[in-house]
């Protein structure tokens, strides 16, 4: 399927970095978009600008997708707006570095919630409209953190990990419904994350570099234009994490 015409993708987080690249991308490719973001109104309307003007629908959707409410919200809005959607990228996270030694239980909870719990709660609020469908194609970002342990922590861990087994279980019992369910594993890319991240570094990728959010943004498209591959963790890492 190379043409997304008609298609309505919820990117979550896609006010900037790989979030952007993936609506701009699904986008290019004929898809409507729904650009959720949480604080950042000026990169958001730049990525909704620009939407629009190749000529595709687009809205933007201000809301913290760790909480219940605003995920129902977030669902009626893109309804209303552009239809139900039928493609979903979980992209929104954080990555606050905290040792061993100074994470805190609140620390854990907040990045659970936002890395994980998100997930969870987007997933649940569109499945409904994709069985109507009888299709949908569910991606959603994970980290060579989640198999190697990463730099960040163990809640950023935790939480990428997490979404492995979110994406297995919804893969196992949507398979014959027409719906897809694939996980985006990582290592650096060159965001303002990874900048913020002085442990990261070029040298610790045997590529020697950081990926683009273009490069994950080419899988991203390809997985939802794939409606054979479910269940699987697609590793972009430049040999960080050997599969």
Same mark, same amino acid.
């Given at each position: 399927?190379?043409? =997304?015409?008609?298609?309505?993708? =919820?990117?979550?987080?896609?006010? $900037? ?6 609506? =701009? ?26 939407? $629009?003007?190749? @000529?595709? &629908?687009? +809205? ?11 995920? +129902? %919200? ?5 309804? $209303? ?7 979903? +990228? ?15 239980? !609140? ?8 890395n994980l719990t998100s997930a969870f709660l987007t997933i649940q609020a569109v499945l409904p409209g994709m069985r109507t469908l009888k299709w949908g194609r569910i991606i959603s970002l994970s ?9 960040? @922590? ?11 087994? =979110?994406?297995?279980? /919804?893969? #196992? /019992?949507? #398979? !014959?419904?027409?719906?897809? +369910? ?13 900048? @913020? ?6 040298? &610790? ?11 994950? #943004?080419?899988? #991203?498209?390809?997985?939802? %234009?794939?409606? /054979? ?10 040999? %960080?994490?050997?599969?």
């Amino acid at each position: 399927m190379d043409d =997304l015409t008609g298609k309505v993708a =919820l990117v979550t987080g896609a006010s $900037r970095g790989i979030g952007r690249a993936i609506a =701009l991308a699904l986008a290019d490719a004929g898809a409507n978009i729904a650009i959720n973001y949480r604080n950042l109104d000026d990169e958001a309307n730049d990525v909704l600008l620009q939407i $629009r003007g190749s @000529g595709h &629908l687009a +809205v933007a959707v201000k809301a913290d997708v760790s909480i219940p409410a605003d995920v +129902v %919200r977030m669902i009626g809005i893109t309804e $209303r707006e552009l239809g139900s959607p039928s493609i979903l +990228v979980n992209n929104a996270g954080i990555g606050i570095m905290h040792s061993i030694e100074d994470i805190t239980e !609140k620390d854990w909870n907040n990045t659970i919630a936002v890395n994980l719990t998100s997930a969870f709660l987007t997933i649940q609020a569109v499945l409904p409209g994709m069985r109507t469908l009888k299709w949908g194609r569910i991606i959603s970002l994970s980290s060579v953190a989640a198999q190697i342990g990463g730099v960040v @922590g163990p809640h950023y861990a935790a939480s990428k990990a997490g979404i492995l087994g =979110l994406t297995h279980y /919804y893969a #196992a /019992y949507l #398979a !014959k419904e027409g719906i897809t +369910v694939n996980a985006i594993a990582p290592g650096p890319v060159g965001t303002e994350m990874a900048a @913020g991240l002085p442990q990261l570094k070029p040298d &610790l990728v045997p590529v020697g570099r950081f990926g683009t959010v273009e490069e994950i #943004a080419d899988v #991203a498209l390809m997985l939802v %234009r794939n409606g /054979y591959i479910t269940g699987q963790t697609i590793n972009i890492n430049g040999g %960080r994490y050997l599969s």
